[in-house]
T-cell receptor, first 109, second 114 residues
Framework: RKEVEQDPGPFNVPEGATVAFNCTYS??????FFWYRQDCRKEPKLLMS?????NEDGRFTAQLNRASQYISLLIRDSKLSDSATYLC??????????WGAGTKLIIKP | DTGVSQDPRHKITKRGQNVTFRCDPI?????LYWYRQTLGQGPEFLTY????????KSRLLSDRFSAERPKGSFSTLEIQRTEQGDSAMYLC????????????FGSGTQLSVL
């Protein structure tokens, strides 16, 4: 089992819809969590950190569920420009950053 | 531009040749990471530096790979005797080394080994 797992998708979603995807992690002592966005053939860019109480940044909401060991990303009112791969990253108890393989999101007009 | 820069952006080489990539991190960042990424996968950790000290190397990093950060600023990644399986995007990232470990990536070097 991989330490960080994501549904690879693709998620095909109509513009304006709400979409959510999860990322599970196996190391229960993991400390920090992040969502990165990666456009095709570009470098990953930090989208948002994930805080224990959940956090929101505009149309994006990130949540952490330590009991079930997953984090989630919700995108409201999706835009065509949201089409990208969303990578989940976990800082585990050994201070290693573990990357998921990413979830591909396609927003359709 | 004060972000992370990598050079070259693209490299095409023949199998068996040596290649070297350079990374210039954000100037105040003391941590520098090298990752490799292939299509459909997340970045795979290769190695990282705290200032000039190489603190960790992945098992993925065979003896054909070597990385340096001689003055704690820019870093180089060299691959000797390249193989077709080395074809990938090589990403460099830097961070300030705080517990939150937010990484800032360069645009990467796309390596194609023919």
């Amino acid at each position: 089992r991989k330490e960080v797992e994501q549904d690879p998708g693709p998620f095909n979603v109509p513009e304006g819809a709400t979409v959510a995807f999860n990322c599970t992690y196996s190391n229960s002592a993991s400390q920090s969590f992040f969502w990165y966005r990666q456009d095709c053939r570009k470098e990953p860019k930090l989208l948002m950190s994930v805080y224990s109480s959940g956090n929101e940044d505009g149309r994006f909401t990130a949540q952490l569920n330590r009991a079930s060991q997953y984090i989630s990303l919700l995108i409201r009112d999706s835009k065509l420009s949201d089409s990208a791969t969303y990578l989940c990253v976990v800082l585990n108890s050994n201070y290693q950053l573990i990357w998921g393989a990413g979830t591909k999101l396609i927003i359709k007009p | 531009d004060t972000g992370v820069s990598q050079d070259p952006r693209h490299k095409i080489t023949k199998r068996g040749q040596n290649v070297t990539f350079r990374c210039d991190p954000i100037s105040e960042h003391n941590r520098l990471y090298w990752y490799r990424q292939t299509l459909g996968q997340g970045p795979e950790f290769l190695t990282y530096f705290q200032n000039e000290a190489q603190l960790e190397k992945s098992r993925l990093l065979s003896d054909r790979f070597s990385a340096e950060r001689p003055k704690g600023s820019f870093s180089t990644l060299e691959i000797q005797r390249t193989e077709q399986g080395d074809s990938a995007m090589y990403l460099c990232a830097s961070s300030s080394g705080t517990a939150n470990e937010k990484l800032f990536f360069g645009s990467g070097t796309q390596l194609s080994v023919l």
